[in-house]
């Protein structure tokens, strides 16, 4: 059965508007619940859906997931293996979709054309280009509603105290948001990271789209964000060393340009390359654990 919780959101303007997060599923798993939702966003326009792992325990700080291209929040619920040592450690999961999903009679001219643009590729940026402007805010969304809504949505979980990760497109807005945002996260990791957007085509692709030039993605590059200010703590990346993505023709990753910006800036960063694994979830469920150790050591 649909449950709702009266959610109550801060718009733009600073007046309140009043959103139902509806729970759409829960399912058992090692001692504690997955549970999925959805509400009206306010901030992309449209119904966002988002799942959460609640640990057997009380106020459990959270590590939010940020997918890459294509996926939805269930990829990384079905395919990661992350629960099992959430649950141990009493860290809860936070996984949002990775793009708006507008309704058939709404979608924008060349939405659905590609995997590497538009619905489910929204590169965790707030778009400033017309028409993806209107609903395609992903930064604002992860970072302004999204704890809301888990916070409404399940109060055993203490938002406030929060890591983030992700893989590829998400493992850039991993990066990008925590080095944006250094005070908020406590952690940032990622797996096989889109690490200097700007200088390769996935990046371009979207920083042209989203917001009008590759210049102005120079603001959601890690490589340059963290030449401008670095964390004080240690970041974690996790690269597959036969990763198509990185020892293909086009090399969209970058995690060497990435070392070099750290190392310029006195950034510490963990970079593991693992000998013989790709960029699929069979890389992420084998060192999935090593992430979720690494965050809960600053989570608790």
């Given at each position: 059965?649909?449950?709702?919780?009266?959610?109550?959101?801060?718009?733009?303007?600073?007046a309140?508007?009043?959103?139902?997060?509806?729970k759409?599923s829960t399912?058992?798993?090692?001692?504690?619940?997955?549970?999925?939702?959805?509400?009206?966003?306010?901030?992309?326009?449209?119904?966002?859906?988002?799942?959460?792992?609640?640990?057997?325990?009380?106020?459990?700080?959270c590590?939010?997931?940020?997918?890459?291209?294509?996926?939805?929040?269930?990829n990384?619920?079905?395919?990661?293996?992350a629960a099992?040592?959430?649950?141990?450690?009493?860290?809860?999961?936070?996984?949002?979709?990775?793009?708006?999903?507008?309704?058939?009679?709404?979608?924008?001219?060349?939405?659905?054309?590609?995997?590497?643009?538009?619905?489910?590729?929204?590169?965790?940026?707030?778009?400033?280009?017309?028409?993806?402007?209107?609903?395609?805010?992903?930064?604002?969304?992860?970072?302004?509603?999204l704890?809301?809504?888990?916070?409404?949505?399940?109060?055993?979980?203490?938002?406030?105290?929060?890591?983030?990760?992700?893989?590829?497109?998400g493992?850039?807005?991993?990066?990008?948001?925590?080095?944006?945002?250094?005070?908020?996260?406590?952690?940032?990791?990622?797996?096989?990271?889109?690490?200097?957007p700007?200088?390769?085509?996935?990046?371009?692709?979207?920083?042209?789209?989203?917001?009008?030039?590759?210049?102005?993605g120079?603001?959601?590059?890690?490589?340059?964000?963290?030449?401008?200010?670095?964390?004080?703590?240690?970041i974690?990346?996790?690269?597959?060393?036969?990763?198509?993505f990185?020892?293909?023709?086009?090399?969209?990753?970058?995690?060497?340009?990435?070392r070099?910006?750290?190392?310029s800036?006195?950034?510490?960063?963990d970079?593991r390359?693992?000998?013989?694994?790709?960029?699929?979830?069979?890389?992420?469920?084998?060192?999935?654990?090593?992430?979720?150790?690494?965050?809960?050591?600053?989570?608790?």
């Amino acid at each position: 059965m649909l449950t709702a919780r009266r959610l109550l959101t801060l718009t733009a303007t600073g007046a309140r508007a009043l959103s139902a997060v509806t729970k759409l599923s829960t399912n058992n798993c090692f001692g504690g619940q997955w549970r999925r939702f959805r509400f009206d966003a306010s901030t992309t326009g449209t119904p966002m859906v988002f799942s959460v792992f609640v640990p057997p325990v009380q106020q459990a700080p959270c590590l939010f997931y940020l997918s890459g291209l294509t996926c939805t929040d269930e990829n990384f619920v079905q395919k990661a293996g992350a629960a099992r040592r959430a649950a141990e450690l009493g860290i809860a999961l936070v996984a949002p979709d990775t793009s708006p999903r507008l309704p058939e009679d709404r979608r924008l001219p060349g939405e659905d054309d590609a995997y590497d643009f538009g619905s489910g590729a929204g590169f965790y940026v707030d778009s400033t280009n017309y028409p993806w402007s209107q609903y395609y805010n992903m930064f604002s969304f992860v970072t302004q509603e999204l704890p809301e809504a888990v916070m409404v949505a399940c109060p055993e979980v203490d938002v406030q105290t929060r890591s983030i990760t992700g893989h590829s497109m998400g493992g850039h807005g991993a990066l990008t948001i925590a080095l944006k945002q250094p005070a908020v996260w406590r952690s940032v990791s990622a797996f096989s990271p889109i690490c200097n957007p700007t200088k390769v085509p996935w990046g371009v692709k979207a920083f042209e789209g989203y917001l009008g030039s590759v210049e102005a993605g120079v603001a959601h590059d890690a490589c340059e964000l963290v030449k401008k200010g670095p964390r004080s703590d240690a970041i974690l990346v996790s690269q597959g060393a036969d990763d198509d993505f990185l020892v293909g023709d086009v090399n969209q990753l970058q995690p060497e340009a990435f070392r070099s910006a750290c190392d310029s800036v006195g950034q510490e960063l963990d970079l593991r390359y693992e000998a013989g694994y790709d960029h699929s979830y069979f890389f992420i469920q084998s060192f999935i654990e090593d992430h979720i150790d690494f965050h809960a050591a600053r989570l608790k």
